[in-house]
């Protein structure tokens, strides 16, 4: 079961805490959504499909191209940074060009999904990576504590080169990689300062772009709870 709504694009702000009815302590990530702007709406007549296109953080004019200027322009709005596009239902005629989307776009739901870009952790062993256990720390064994030991056991030679499969777990570039964490518990959303609580991890460091939408896919506690 999914929820209906718009894709916005936001930006970490960090983690904090609040308090339920109960006086239990959650911890908390917020999110600053928005104000997003729409900058083009698309339609079948025209692009073949029904689709909204939103701009978020402002960009310097000196430091924007003019096709950019322009098509922002259009919308009435001036340049901006971040820009994506989300579908819509053919029969969706609730959004227009200038049209301004904020936090409270998401009143009324209960879990989203955030996108974004890792933390990126450079070249890490097969232990950090992983999470080999490791060699043995005995006696008799020398430094090799954090490799991953032999792999030319691995190879394949059914008729083939023998070489190691694609995709074997070894030690290699780490993080900084798309993300995406489905069904975030929405703990509240002010409107005022459009701000998102969300709890459970969010991709990225503070202060990162992340994009928020509606959770498409739901397990069945939450998609009961969704509904209710």
Known sequence: MSQSGPTLLGRK????RVYDEAGNS???TVIELGPCVVTQVKTPETDGYSGVQIGFGER????????????DAKAGTTPKHHHIEFRTEDSDASYELGQVLKADAFEGVKFVDVIGTSKGKGFQGGMKRHGFKGQLASHGVERK???????????????K???IKKGKKMAGHMGSERVTVRSLDVVKIDAE???????????GHNKAIV?????????RGKAAAAAS
Do not use: C, D, E, F
């Open 60 to 71: 310097k004019p000196r430091n924007a191209t003019i096709p950019l200027m322009a098509h």
């Open 211 to 219: 994009r928020v939408r509606p959770a498409t896919r739901l397990y």
């Open 193 to 203: 300062q459009n701000l998102m609580l969300v709890k459970g991890p969010v991709p």
């Open 13 to 16: 702000l960090g983690m904090t």
């Open 161 to 163: 080169a023998g070489r």
């Open 26 to 28: 959650l911890p908390v």
């Open 145 to 159: 504590h954090r490799s991953p030991g032999s792999i030319g056991g691995h190879a394949n030679n059914a008729g």
